[in-house]
C-alpha cells in the first residue's frame, strides 16, 4: 500500500489535519503514487504546500512507515 492509498484509506473525510491532507492528496489527481518520502516532499514543495501541509505530511509519513513495516 503506498502513502495516497493508506491516507485515503484512513483519513479522508475526517476534520482533521490529516484529513485536510487527504482531501488536498485527493483533490489534486497528480498526486505521487509511490512510497518514497522525497518524491512526496519535492511534489509538495512544488505545489507550494504551506509549513503546516509540510508538518502534517511528515508526521503522518513517520505513522505510515510504522503501519506498513
Known amino acids: 500500500m503506498n502513502f495516497y492509498e493508506w491516507m485515503i484509506a484512513r483519513y479522508a ?3 482533521t489535519p490529516r484529513g ?4 488536498d ?3 489534486a489527481g497528480d ?3 509511490t ?3 522525497t518524491v512526496i516532499l519535492n511534489y ?6 504551506c ?3 509540510i508538518a502534517v505530511f511528515k508526521r503522518a ?3 505510515y512507515r510504522r503501519a506498513v513495516a
Open 25 to 27: 492528496m485527493k483533490q
Open 20 to 23: 485536510d491532507l487527504a482531501a
Open 51 to 53: 509549513d503546516q501541509a
Open 61 to 63: 509519513y513517520r505513522d
Open 35 to 37: 512510497c518514497d518520502r
Open 13 to 15: 473525510g475526517k476534520d
Open 44 to 49: 509538495l514543495n512544488g505545489k507550494f504546500a
Open 31 to 33: 498526486f505521487p503514487d
